[in-house]
Structure formats: structure tokens, C-alpha cells
């Protein structure tokens, strides 16, 4: 047996062993509940009506248990069973258990019938190998041992095979697996499907891709440069959703790709919980770039920058410094071009720098002033901005009041608020920038393509109704739709009577309005809506409530209409429009 051998087929030895059989079927062997474990092996000593007496396995302890509380056990021949839709009992401690039996051997992919569940390892194994792949390739899917390259060759053959768009959905909770996985669906169609052919003599060590194919997969490690961040729970935490559509011609050669993104966590450029990271880029670039760089980017030291919270958090096992010259390469094959690349940064150096500039609120007045404008000067030098135009923009931009504009001088936390909002929209364009320009470069060819393979890599779980029909399963379908609207009219109803949103625009019209103002309008208006509620007690925490279909969900209206009032200002907006520095007046045309 190979080293791969083990992390695909695994030992399967237990399944005939006629022992377990005999001891299972003597034994009336069941799983119960428990507190630690999930649910623990015991067998059925005594049964009394409802009740019974179960003796556990491994401690020889026995309990009383209602009989509705015992989840069946499968024969021993089911032992890690490849597909779960085999097992005779199919319940919630059976699947837990077959997984966890070969995640324990080292298989970490079970089908489940149409799905494929992943465990993480944690680990790199070595079943992503060019051999491999070969050995995946045209298969049907019951001749090979459960993996992700299974269900992507199914996708593939399908394709061609019905002329018919596929899509493959990567879901899970966070670290569970969902962007590797969609890595590894993007290698084998680079593979399989790539019109380069490799000569004979190459050998087959690394994957030979032709240049389309080597973009395509180099398109991850920038997107997760710029859009993914160490969390408590995962090292490399996709801080985005993404829709990765790959194109093939009639023969299914690849001939481009598309990637659509999804719902960036701005906030997490201006501030980060405990322990956790901006996204990596920061600290790619702090760590990793030269003297000259450096100094064009106006860099320091982590302990200067207020936006990044914990200081220079590291990832175990992983250089920054090396990953910022991994970055540069990828943008390399990605052919895109030095110029472009310092204007990235320069922007990810501004975004740390607008989180220095810092406001005090003036003796006489509320209005705020600037100090120390060292922070506002790093930032107009390196997005070629007048540095007093930039800081009257902050201070008191011009604000459209009727058919008119004014100067209004801002108060310390407008201008504060101002200028992280600035932050995080700086962010997000030049992301969205990113994704355009690695769309452009997949598309090179201009070409239709016949057909495609769409990957979606995003949290949340889809149910596959027509083909649970299909396959004549007895299904009750709920129309979550219908059973929303009430709850989306309430957040969303323009008007008749208008829903909180709207609400909300139309109380930043008014110049004395306030977050209590706002608060008792919704009430006034919407109080006696089903999915409404006023806090029973009037706590300090809570202003209102909604009945989503998941559950109740308090809500605070601190600081709604600031935030609903776009702090981006027009003026902040007109300014990086006219830039001198071409790539941030392009990040601000539209």
C-alpha cells in the first residue's frame, strides 16, 4: 500500500469480520447519548414499556434511557462505509460515527449521497498529486475511493456529455475545508481540461499547465492575499464569498474564467478582535518589502499603526516575508504590471495611515481639529492629493443642503468616523479593482465559451429539491420565500407603510433628527407588525426587535443615522476622482 493508498482506501478489514458480526447481533448493540462524546456504543440490557436498561460499553455502566432517545446501530459490515446513503440505519450518531471511524484512519472524504463531506486534517496529504489526478480521470464515480477530484471529474463528464452548465457548492463553517477544496477543483480542470499538452520527456512530478491554466491558479493567492485574514478559529479565514466560473469550448478545453465576489468584511482593514489579523496583505507588506519599496510607501514599524489592533500577529508555520515574494510572483504570472502592483499597496499603506490621523475637539466649540496633519500628509503623498484640500474635506466639507451647498464644520466623531469610513471604502474599491484586473487577465481569448463549471465558495447550505424528486425521495419542500416576505417588508417596504430602511433614509433628511428620533418612528409605524417587538423591559441594550425565521434578533439604533448618512463625503470623493496618482483617480471614477 502506497503513502496515498492509506489516505484513500484505508483498512476496511473490521467490515468482514464475523465476530463483530456475532458480537453485534447478540449484544443488541445501540448508540445513546452523551454529554462528552456525542453519543456512546452500549447494548440493550432490559426493556420496560418506554424504557430501557442500556449497558455501556466502554465503562460497563448502566442507565436508564427513554426508548425515543436510542439511535439504532449498523452491522459491522458498514464499518466506514465509502457512501452513507448505504448504511440500513441512517441517523445522526451513525453518520457521526462512520465519519469519525475514517477520519481516525486518515480518510477525510465520504460521500453522503450526492454530497461529499470533508473533515480538515490540518494537514497537507498526499493525494493531490498528478498521479492522482490521472487515476480520477474519466473514472465513474463508484470505482474510486471517495475525493473531491471524483466529484469535480463527474461535473466535467457531465458537462460534455449533456451540454449542460454544472456548479459545484464548497459550504461549511469557518476552517472547515471549503476554500482548499475549491483549490483543488480549480487544479484538476486546469489539468484535465488544459489545451497545453505537456512533451513526453517532462516527467510527471510537477502539474504542466499551459499560461491561461497557470493564472487560473494563480488567481487564489491573491484573492486570498488581499481578502482573507487569520481568525481565532482559522489561519486563513476567507473574509469574502466568491463565485469562481470557469469556461470551455465545445472539445472542454479551458478557454477563460470569471470570479464575482461577495460580501468583503471591510471592518476587519480598521480594527480586529483579540489574537485576530487584518487581512494579509498588511502584514505581507510590512514584513516583506525592501528598503526602496519601503520608503516609497511610507512604511513603519507595526506598533504605529492604530488600525492594525493586536500590533504584528504571526501565523505559525508561515513567513510573511516569504509570502510577500509568493504575492509578487503570482502577480507576475498573473501579468500584472509594477506600476499597478505599487499602486495596490500604496493604497493598503494609505488605509493604514488614515487610521493615525487623529482629531481633537477645539476649546470652544464642537468642532474638530487636526493637530498634527503628519499622518494627513503620508496619505495625500502617497493617493497624489492636496494635503489641504484632503484636510478641509475632513474638517468641513461642503454639504447639499436643498439646492445649495455649505461648509459645516464636523464635530471630533464625525470626523473620526469620517475618516475610517474613508478607510474602508478605499479598501473595497481597490479590492473590487483587484477582481476586474484578475478578470481581465482570465479572459484573455474574448471567446463564448459552450459551457461552464461554476464554483461556489461561500458559507451557508443549499438543499437540491429537483434532484431529491429525481431520485423519488419523499421530500416536504418549505417555501422559506413565502415565509420571509412578512419579515422583508418590515426591513424593506418602500413605503405603504415604509419599512425600517426606508425609515431610516427619510429621518436623515430632518436636521434635528436623532437615533431616538428614529427609533420612535419605527415604532409609531410598524409597532403593531407581527414581526415587530418593543423590548418587554426598557433595556439599555435593546431599541427594537425582529422575528427573522431563525429567531428573534435584538437591535440598537447607536449611531444608525450617522452611519446611514454616507460619510463619504462628496467632496473626499471629487478629491481622489482628480488625483494626480493615476490608479486612485481610476479606484474613484465610478
Known amino acids: 500500500m502506497t503513502e496515498a493508498d492509506k489516505f484513500l482506501y484505508g483498512d476496511r478489514s473490521g467490515a468482514s469480520n464475523p465476530l463483530a458480526q456475532a458480537d453485534w447481533a447478540t449484544k443488541k448493540l445501540v448508540w445513546v447519548p452523551s454529554e462528552k462524546l456525542g453519543f456512546e456504543a452500549g447494548s440493550i440490557k432490559e426493556e420496560h414499556g418506554d424504557e430501557c436498561v442500556v449497558e455501556l460499553s466502554d465503562s460497563g455502566r448502566k442507565i436508564k434511557i427513554n426508548k425515543d432517545d436510542i439511535q439504532k446501530m449498523n452491522p459491522p459490515k458498514f464499518s466506514k462505509v465509502e457512501d452513507m446513503a448505504e448504511l440500513t440505519c441512517l441517523n445522526e450518531a451513525s453518520v457521526l460515527h462512520n465519519l469519525k471511524e475514517r477520519y481516525y484512519s486518515g480518510l477525510i472524504y465520504t460521500y453522503s449521497g ?137 472539445n472542454g478545453y479551458i478557454i477563460g474564467a470569471n470570479i464575482e465576489t461577495y460580501l468583503l468584511e471591510k471592518s476587519r482593514a480598521i480594527r480586529q478582535a483579540k489574537e485576530e489579523r487584518s487581512f494579509h496583505i498588511f502584514y505581507y507588506m510590512l514584513s516583506g518589502a525592501g528598503d526602496k519599496i519601503r520608503s516609497e510607501l511610507c512604511l513603519e514599524d507595526y506598533s504605529k499603526y492604530r488600525f492594525l489592533s493586536n500590533g504584528n500577529v504571526t501565523i505559525p508555520g508561515q513567513q510573511d516575508k516569504d509570502m510577500f515574494a509568493e504575492t509578487t510572483d503570482a502577480f507576475s504570472i498573473m501579468s500584472i504590471p509594477e506600476e499597478e502592483r505599487m499602486g495596490l499597496l500604496k493604497v493598503v499603506s494609505a488605509v493604514l495611515q488614515l487610521g493615525n490621523m487623529s482629531f481633537k475637539k477645539e476649546r470652544h466649540s464642537d468642532q474638530a481639529s487636526m493637530p498634527d496633519d503628519t499622518a494627513a500628509q503620508k496619505v495625500c503623498h502617497l493617493l497624489g492629493i492636496n494635503v489641504t484640500d484632503f484636510t478641509r474635506a475632513i474638517l468641513s466639507p461642503r454639504i447639499k443642503v436643498g439646492r445649495d451647498y455649505v461648509q459645516k464644520a464636523q464635530t471630533q466623531e464625525q470626523a473620526e468616523f469620517a475618516v475610517e469610513a474613508l478607510a474602508k471604502a478605499s479598501y473595497e474599491r481597490m479590492f473590487r479593482w483587484l477582481v476586474m484586473r484578475i478578470n481581465k487577465a482570465l479572459d484573455k481569448t474574448k471567446r463564448q465559451g459552450a459551457s461552464f463549471i461554476g464554483i461556489l465558495d461561500i458559507a451557508g447550505f443549499e438543499i437540491f429539491e429537483e434532484e431529491y424528486q429525481r431520485e423519488g425521495i419523499e421530500w416536504s419542500f418549505i417555501d422559506f420565500g413565502l415565509d420571509l416576505q412578512p419579515c422583508i417588508d418590515l426591513i424593506d417596504k418602500p413605503t405603504g407603510p415604509p419599512g425600517i430602511l426606508a425609515l431610516l433614509d427619510e429621518e436623515c433628511w430632518f436636521p434635528k433628527a436623532t437615533d431616538k428620533s428614529f427609533v420612535e418612528k419605527v415604532v409609531q409605524e410598524q409597532g403593531t407588525h407581527p414581526k415587530f417587538q418593543k423590548p418587554k423591559k426598557l433595556k439599555d441594550n435593546v431599541d427594537f426587535c425582529i422575528i427573522h425565521y431563525a429567531g428573534k434578533v435584538d437591535y440598537k439604533a447607536d449611531e444608525w443615522l450617522m452611519k446611514n448618512m454616507d460619510p463619504l463625503n462628496e467632496c473626499v470623493a471629487a478629491l481622489f476622482n482628480q488625483s494626480t496618482d493615476k490608479f486612485t483617480a481610476d479606484l474613484w471614477r465610478h
Open 114 to 250: 450526492l454530497f461529499c463531506v470533508v473533515v480538515n486534517p490540518y494537514k497537507y496529504l498526499p493525494i493531490y498529486t498528478e498521479e492522482i489526478v490521472n487515476m480520477y480521470k474519466g473514472k465513474k464515480r463508484h470505482e474510486m475511493p471517495p475525493h473531491i477530484y471524483a466529484i469535480t471529474d463527474t461535473s466535467y463528464r457531465s458537462m460534455m456529455q449533456d451540454r449542460e452548465d454544472q456548479s459545484i457548492l464548497c459550504t461549511g463553517e469557518s476552517g472547515a475545508g471549503k476554500t482548499e477544496n475549491t483549490k483543488k477543483v480549480i487544479q484538476y480542470l486546469a489539468h484535465v481540461a488544459s489545451s497545453f499538452k505537456s512533451k513526453k520527456d517532462q516527467g510527471n512530478a510537477v502539474l504542466s499547465h499551459g499560461e491561461l491554466e497557470k493564472q487560473l491558479l494563480q488567481a487564489n493567492p491573491i484573492l486570498e492575499a488581499f481578502g482573507n485574514a487569520k481568525t481565532v478559529k482559522n489561519d486563513n479565514s476567507s473574509r469574502f464569498g466568491k463565485f469562481i466560473r470557469i469556461n470551455f469550448d465545445v
